[in-house]
T-cell receptor, first 109, second 113 residues
């Protein structure tokens, strides 16, 4: 079974703090996606990383793909209440996409 | 541009009844996915279509579940008969050439009493 483990499962922080969430697997993926899901809505694609070691930035969000393409991290700088949501990583292998269980982030004003 | 459209948004039904969920993918996308999300199990892939053909239905829980895609712009997921344990949010997603980048609909929240 190919599993994607995300940590932490839950994170509650104050506005302005920095945070990092992790996505780990024993499997190699051809690409990895990060999604954010808000209550009552479907997941929304944030970024795709493809190359080992790749780093992508989306405003205050920094995504990194591990050198071996087995893991990834998402770093948020100066978190804001609008960042609150469920962050899901997803690994692609052929046509199959496997989702992690997610990190639920709550940013308090 | 219209995103993935799902209907209904909410469905409440009694155990034993038939439930049909509907999905219209993004125009031009050739892959369609049905997922189920619960707190306990997270997001689970039920079935994947490519060019209207079911490619992988290994995630369909049992024979009570069936899915069809009669054309490129419409898909249904049917549960017959429904059971309380089917209560969940069901998402439809579609993707284009970059098949790994999926675009999700708003989901259907199903409650079976």
């Amino acid at each position: 079974t190919q599993l994607l483990e995300q940590s932490p499962q839950f994170l509650s922080i104050q506005e302005g703090e920095n945070l990092t969430v992790y996505c780990n697997s024993s499997s190699v993926f051809s690409s990895l996606q990060w999604y954010r899901q808000e209550p009552g809505e479907g997941p929304v694609l944030l970024v795709t990383v493809v190359t080992g070691g790749e780093v992508k930035k989306l405003k205050r969000l920094t995504f990194q793909f591990g050198d071996a393409r087995k893991d990834s991290s998402l770093h948020i700088t100066a978190a804001q209440p609008g960042d609150t949501g469920l962050y899901l990583c997803a690994g692609a292998k052929g046509f199959k996409t496997i989702f992690g269980a997610g990190t639920r982030l709550f940013v308090k004003a | 541009d219209a995103g993935v459209i799902q209907s209904p948004r909410h469905e409440v039904t009694e155990m034993g009844q038939e439930v049909t969920l509907r999905c219209k993918p993004i125009s031009g996308h050739n892959s369609l996915f049905w997922y189920r999300q619960t707190m306990m199990r997270g997001l689970e892939l039920l079935i994947y279509f490519n060019n209207n053909v079911p490619i992988d239905d290994s995630g369909m829980p049992e024979d009570r579940f069936s899915a069809k895609m009669p054309n490129a712009s419409f898909s249904t997921l049917k549960i017959q008969p429904s059971e309380p344990r089917d209560s969940a949010v069901y998402f439809c997603a579609s993707s284009g050439l970059a098949g790994y980048e999926q675009y999700f609909g708003p989901g259907t929240r199903l409650t079976v009493t």
